[in-house]
């Protein structure tokens, strides 16, 4: 029975032309099209960190498009002559390609919005998704942003050729040259990060592999920032002529690789190098048959990945929940439970790795910059008990395993108290040292009671301010694994409002102690900058009495209304 009503079923279907599982082409695109549209739309609603965010980098755009056109303008027509021109362009073309590539090589919280392994239960070949997942891609700002700078580059460089050509056969060649060319870099700004996010989507590793190579792409990206930083410092001792004659050997360099080759192309037919043209026009477009058929066979193993599943990490090792140098109890467990939360969840990790290289960069700062030294030991202090708030949302971290406390009848001081002593296992002795280290390598060792004691004592008074934030202000996280860089509960107003209250009422408790202290070290008074740090320690006591009592109270009384507002993650 079921064959005969399958063959009807058929045989209707083949006489009224329904064909199961078949869409054209260009349907398919125009489909992805509206996907990405609607998904771009949606990732705005309720999300006033990215509407924000979205503001600001589209007036930095408008303003580099304006700086681009004067700087154009500036090389070709108020210049007076064109040596500089084909300079500039092969230098910023080749930068534009290799910073598309850069950052989702090093943003490894940046993903692509039309993931290959979403399409993996549909019955789609790579080859079909590839076309529709290429016009996606130049939906988006930087796309327009950068679709709009080629655009005036190539405005310009018809101007150059037409003012500055060897000849008008070369002008009329490098014309016609110019926009295949310069829309052939502009596909591979397109292609190189669509492929590198499928092969980052089609590697079989661990979850914890990608988790931790989400947060070595951060942290290398602050390296690279704070790098770009201090050498902004040294720009005044720059020999300028040495760096004006190595930019032509540079551009040069650069034009011979698959980054600057296609929009190198129109400028040497211009001036007659004709096999110079040709050779530069091969490497570009080996480099997009290369990146095309890279990226369909990643898409091709994602899809197959995603139905497979992520590779066994092994057997996993148990080990006991209470450390072994706690007395078994709630107050145990809670630390225990906090102490693998820092070691396998991303969300707490990224602070492990990011604080080392903001302090870094304070120490490298007072270096370059030795006039900043007080402001830098100031700040190192400030990062002391900013670390100490990473525990404002503790409850809201929980999520949906909160319920665990509850029907355990877990003691709200127990469980307060192990994730802070769980943090100051972690965090003390490396606080101590470095800020003991700091003065010393600044010359200032009198100033070493100040720092320790000042930065237990802010350490402290984060914790107890933690306490109170995390139980009157909680609000949903993004769940475990997630990548830090990728968490969405930062940009809501509920979490930009326990933030800055959990600073303000941070920062109070310490004023007198900051007084007190930049008084001392003004005069060079040993006996003030000490009172400073005991001043710091008993902010920090006073902190943590007061936010535990505040904390614990407020915990055993509401505890399941404060899980109904974090039940579920963002």
């Known amino acids: 029975m079921v064959g005969v009503l399958s063959t009807e079923h058929v045989q209707t279907a083949a006489a009224q032309d329904v064909h199961h599982g078949r869409i054209a082409a260009r349907d398919l695109l125009r489909l992805q099209l509206r996907l990405k549209w609607t998904l771009w739309k949606r990732s705005y609603r309720k999300n006033v960190g990215k509407i924000i965010g979205t503001s600001i980098g589209a007036l930095y755009g408008i303003g580099g498009l304006v700086l681009l056109v004067f700087a154009f303008l500036g090389t070709t027509l108020w210049a007076g002559e064109g040596d500089l021109f084909p300079q500039i362009l092969r230098g910023l073309g080749a930068l534009t390609v290799l910073v598309w590539l850069l950052i989702p090589v090093l943003a490894f919280g940046v993903d692509d919005t039309l993931d290959p392994r979403a399409f993996a239960l549909y019955p789609r070949r790579a080859a079909e998704l590839q076309p529709g997942m290429f016009a996606a891609a130049a939906l988006s700002l930087p796309s327009l942003f950068t679709l709009a700078a080629i655009g005036i580059g190539t405005v310009f460089e018809l101007m150059w050729l037409v003012m500055f050509g060897q000849g008008t056969a070369w002008v009329v060649l490098g014309a016609l040259a110019l926009l295949p060319a310069n829309l052939a870099a502009y596909a591979l700004c397109l292609l190189l990060p669509r492929a590198w996010f499928a092969h980052s989507a089609s590697r079989t590793s661990s979850r914890k592999g990608r988790e931790l190579g989400g947060i070595l792409g951060m942290i290398v990206m602050l390296v690279v920032i704070y790098g770009l930083s201090l050498s902004m410092q040294k720009l005044g001792d720059l020999d300028y002529s040495a760096v004006r004659d190595l930019l032509p050997q540079a551009t040069e360099i650069l034009a011979w690789t698959p980054f600057g080759a296609l929009f190198a192309v129109p400028m040497d037919l211009a001036e007659g190098n004709v096999l110079t043209a040709l050779v530069r026009a091969l490497i570009g477009a080996a480099s997009l048959v290369l990146v095309w058929r890279w990226w369909r066979r990643s898409i091709a193993l994602a899809l197959t990945s995603a139905l497979n599943g992520d590779a066994s990490s092994g057997a996993a090792k148990v080990s006991p929940l ?59 202090v400030f990062m002391c008990s900013m670390s100490g708030i990473t525990l404002a949302n503790e409850i809201g971290f929980d999520g949906p395993a909160g319920w665990v406390n509850i029907v355990a009848d877990a003691p709200a001081r127990a469980n307060l108290l192990g994730r802070i002593a769980a943090m100051a296992l972690l965090m003390t002795p490396p606080t101590i040292v470095i800020m003991a280290v700091l003065p010393l390598l600044y010359g200032w060792g009198w100033l070493v009671p100040m720092t320790v004691m000042g930065s237990v004592g802010a350490l402290a008074t984060g914790w107890g301010t933690s306490m109170v934030v995390g139980v009157l202000l909680p609000y949903p996280s ?60 008993a902010a920090g006591a006073v902190a943590m009495l007061v936010g535990q009592k505040i904390a614990t109270a407020r915990l055993d009384a509401r505890y399941p209304d404060l899980f109904q507002k974090v039940r579920h993650h963002l």
Request: no cysteine; charged share 10%; glycine share 10%.
């Open 322 to 380: 209470v450390p072994r140098f706690v007395r078994p109890g709630p107050f145990g467990a809670s630390m225990g439970r906090a102490l693998r939360y820092w070691r396998r969840d991303t969300r707490y990790l990224a602070a492990l790795g990011v604080y080392p290289v903001v302090i870094v960069f304070f120490v490298a700062m007072g270096f370059v910059l030795p006039d900043s030294r007080p402001m830098m030991l100031g700040m190192a």
């Open 478 to 537: 993004s769940p475990p694994g997630t990548n830090p860089m990728k968490d969405k509960s930062a940009s809501s107003s509920n979490a930009m409002l326990a933030m800055a209250v959990a600073m303000t009422a941070m920062v109070i408790p310490l004023l007198p102690a900051i007084g007190v202290g930049i008084w001392g070290a003004a005069v060079g008074s040993l006996a003030l900058t000490v009172l400073a740090g005991i001043l710091a320690l």
